[in-house]
């Protein structure tokens, strides 16, 4: 008999037997709990995977508040993964939250990793991408990119032998890029990325087929875009397994390599 929690998603007809079982048994990694981290978190949270681990090093700040759903005022001043440790807890005892305060980086990505199912990208920055890329590339486990800013964002799903990685179209910017702390991002965007890629992320679980295609929205211009990205054969990531971001000159979570 089906949990009466879950009785609204079991019976979905785009779910195959088995599918809901594959969920009930998943191990997901979210890196950031920021944005599009938080809302990834809570419908990871909602849906009942066995395990969430959630790694973050940052504190929970009031300019955070206006779009991170899992963060309010009395939070303010501390780790964001004890908060939402607490509050994912409360939104479905079912599901076991490993907080893992640290900066998700080259010295530790692999171990973050090695026990995931899919790792969901909250990050706001390339280096890191790339670092998560490069891991998952090695150990051939699914990730989703997001990023939001202003009033637009992507996803792309990544699944290692299948489609292609974010090594095969982004090469790290020689420019400091934009980040929101001096662009804003409108509230709507990391929620409604984040929904996107989350199901996404359902569906590369549970072996439904997934596009590799890049996903372009902008809800302010009312504009979607899908861009098709083949891999590509001198990728050092997914081609040569050249894992260049994972060496450790690259560890800092700072928005360019240190080199
Ligand atoms: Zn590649």
Redesign the pocket.
């Known amino acids: 008999m089906v949990d009466a929690r879950y009785s609204r998603q079991s019976i979905l007809r785009v779910f195959e037997p088995g599918d809901f079982d594959r969920i009930r048994e998943s191990t997901i990694v979210v890196v950031g709990i920021g944005g599009t981290g938080s809302m990834a978190a809570d419908l990871f949270a909602r849906v009942g995977v066995k395990k969430l681990k959630i790694v973050d090093r940052d504190f929970v700040s009031i300019s955070n508040l206006h779009r991170q759903i899992l963060y309010d005022d009395d939070d303010i001043g501390e780790p964001k993964v004890a908060v939402a440790k607490r509050k994912l807890n409360r939104i479905n005892p079912d599901v076991s939250i490993e907080e893992c305060n640290a900066a998700f980086d080259a010295s530790n990505a692999e171990d973050l990793i090695s026990d995931a199912d899919l790792v969901f990208d909250g990050t706001d920055n390339f280096t890191t991408r790339l670092i998560i890329n490069d891991a998952c590339v090695k150990l051939r486990k699914p990730w989703i990119y997001t990023s939001a800013i202003e009033t637009y964002g992507e996803v792309k799903t990544i699944i290692p032998g299948k489609t292609?990685?974010l090594?095969?179209y982004v090469t790290m910017p020689n420019q400091r890029q934009p980040v929101c702390s001096e662009v804003g991002v409108f509230p709507s965007v990391p929620n409604m990325v984040a929904s996107f890629a989350f199901t996404m992320a359902i569906k590369a679980l549970t072996g439904h087929e997934v596009s590799g295609d890049l996903f372009f929205f902008d809800p302010w211009k009312g504009d979607t875009q899908k861009l098709a990205i083949k891999?590509?054969d001198s990728?050092k990531?997914?081609?040569r397994n050249e894992f260049e971001y994972l060496d450790k000159k690259y560890s800092s979570l700072g928005i360019r390599p240190l080199i």
Do not use: P, W
């Open positions: 292609s990685c090594a095969c891999r590509n990728c990531s997914c081609s």
